[in-house]
Antibody, heavy 119, light 107 residues
Framework: EVQLVESGGGLVQPGGSLRLSCAAS????????MHWVRQAPGMGLVWVSR????????TYADSVKGRFTISRDNAKNTLYLQMNSLRAEDTAVYYC????????????WGQGTTVTVSS | DIQMTQSPSSLSASVGDRVTITCRAS??????LNWYQQKPGKAPKLLIY???SLQSGVPSRFSGSGSGTDFTLTISSLQPEDFATYCC?????????FGQGTKLEIK
């Protein structure tokens, strides 16, 4: 079964750090672009970051650039999001999603992990 | 960034109704437009990709159309399980942007 499972969310104080993980199974992880998308409470979906299949290319939303780092370990079939200098506005459910080769749509999503930034 | 505007923001309809949701892009995005369904507390589910292609396993009552800046998602005959929030996404350019969502409620 194709599956993405996020973990690592939690409550963190403003200015703190957190690392999210997304464990992939049931498909050839190293062939897929991977993305992080977040959703603040009661709000819409917002794209956060993406990484190429080999990890050599990364892109970020302006709102997280310089604070968040996306990475992957293809040997462990795992995607990461290192989040530093967290702000209250980073509070959201964070989803990882895959994009199949030669396509531009997110066909499989994880169940999400909740990040709450509050003192 | 490309802005995606959906209308309506919410919609009340009955089982069996035909429903259309519209998504407009702030500039041409060719057909790089996807539609997702999201239920409370759940991850988005891909319904339609590249404007009109039905994702595998999605019922044929869902259809999409459009190109350039104007797109529609149509549900031909609403079923009880279709009451959810629907969201469009452009993947023409980075950052990929989403519409604000259309909440489909039972009348």
């Amino acid at each position: 079964e194709v599956q993405l499972v996020e973990s690592g969310g939690g409550l963190v104080q403003p200015g703190g750090s957190l690392r999210l993980s997304c464990a992939a199974s049931g498909f050839t992880f190293s062939s897929y672009w991977m993305h992080w998308v977040r959703q603040a409470p009661g709000m819409g979906l917002v794209w956060v970051s993406r990484i190429s299949p080999d990890g050599s290319s990364t892109t970020y939303a302006d709102s997280v650039k310089g604070r968040f780092t996306i990475s992957r370990d293809n040997a462990k079939n795992t995607l990461y999001l290192q989040m530093n200098s967290l702000r209250a506005e980073d509070t959201a459910v964070y989803y990882c999603a895959r994009v199949p080769p030669s396509t531009r749509y997110m066909d499989v999503w994880g169940q999400g992990t909740t990040v709450t930034v509050s003192s | 960034d490309i802005q995606m505007t959906q209308s309506p923001s919410s919609l009340s309809a009955s089982v069996g109704d035909r429903v259309t949701i519209t998504c407009r892009a702030s500039q041409s995005i060719n057909t790089y437009l996807n539609w997702y369904q999201q239920k409370p507390g759940k991850a988005p589910k891909l319904l339609i990709y590249t404007a009109s292609s039905l994702q595998s396993g999605v019922p044929s009552r869902f259809s999409g159309s459009g190109s350039g800046t104007d797109f529609t998602l149509t549900i031909s005959s609403l079923q009880p399980e279709d009451f959810a929030t629907y969201c469009c996404q452009q993947t023409y350019s980075i950052p990929n942007t989403f519409g604000q969502g259309t909440k489909l409620e039972i009348k």
